[in-house]
């Protein structure tokens, strides 16, 4: 049995496709298919059932399957340990972030650090919270760039910046002649809001108080934030967006971004990984990465800010 072959096993059981599992682990499906069927021999027993489309672990499979995430996690501690103490930054580094961060943050920071440090091999995936919180917990990333968690979570939490939310209104709205926005404002107005689940839309709809709004978006949730602001730019609607996002606009597209009355809600970013985590030389280097291509302001929460 070896730490490679756990691997295959991993991965055919997160694609639920032979395939799809050995692309992942860059090696041919032959080489995959005859390692697994070893291992299978070795044990005597069925891992998974190939009988099912998709494939799926046979029921002993299923603890061996947890039992090989427990075992690689801790052989991949010792690596990390290693890594650690010669304060490297190099290697594999597993990073999930919101899809409502990732399109305004990572282009400020993420070729800088590519090129800076070559032998870093960061791997992105965009996530929700949840998500992110299951595969921290699991071992499949190493950190998450997520919004606010509670004060008594079970991460350890490294906080990057503080940024406010924005009204996105279409020039047909009644709104559009506002300067600021206020929260009885929105009441009936059409909302472009992503689905729940997606913190963005969770702390707007409590900060604005937006009882309706569950009932009322049901047709409108299966979106992207990019896709609401195509659709208020044709002439419907209100959406939100991140400060973040208002450098990426042209100059026609600023005039429909509208800031709320004070205080102004606010989302705390922050880097979350699991409290035994040990490469905190190559976390602290990627905060102060973060951190420096942001506006200065953001770092610290404003008098006029309130975290939502």
Wanted: net charge neutral; glycine share 2%.
């Amino acid at each position: 049995m070896t730490l490679q072959q756990l691997e295959y096993i991993l991965a055919v059981d997160q694609f639920r496709h032979f395939a799809k599992a050995a692309e992942h682990c860059r090696v041919t499906q032959p080489t995959l298919s005859a390692m697994i069927q070893k291992l299978e021999d070795e044990l005597e027993t069925k891992i998974f059932d190939r009988s099912q489309q998709p494939i799926c672990p046979t029921p002993v499979g299923r603890f061996i399957l947890e039992q090989a995430q427990v075992v690689l996690s801790q052989a991949n501690r010792i690596k990390d340990i290693i890594e650690e103490e010669k304060h490297s930054l190099s290697g594999v580094f597993k990073l999930g972030i919101l899809p409502t961060i990732a399109p305004y943050l990572l282009p400020r920071f993420f070729p800088q650090l590519m090129k800076k440090y070559p032998k870093l091999d960061i791997r992105v995936t965009e996530m929700k919270t949840k998500d992110i919180k299951q595969a921290l917990i699991k071992g499949d990333i190493d950190a998450g760039i997520i919004a606010t968690l509670p004060e008594k979570d079970e991460f350890r939490q490294t906080p990057l910046f503080y940024e406010q939310f924005y009204a996105y209104i279409a020039r047909e709205s009644d709104l559009f002649n506002n300067k600021i926005i206020r929260t009885s404002d929105l009441n009936d107005e059409q909302l472009w809001m992503l689905d729940e689940g997606h913190c963005f839309r969770d702390q707007l709809v409590r900060f604005c108080h937006m009882k309706a709004a569950q009932a009322s978006q049901i047709a409108y949730r299966l979106g992207s934030m990019e896709t609401f602001m195509r659709m208020v730019e044709s002439g419907k609607g209100v959406t939100f967006i991140p400060e973040l996002a208002i450098d990426q606009l042209n100059d026609t597209q600023k005039e429909l971004v509208r800031p709320f009355a004070i205080p102004t809600p606010t989302r705390q970013i922050i880097l979350i990984t699991c409290e035994h985590f040990i490469r905190t030389t190559l976390l602290e280097v990627l905060t102060k990465e973060i951190q420096a291509s942001v506006p200065r302001e953001m770092l610290s929460l404003r008098a006029t800010q309130v975290v939502v």
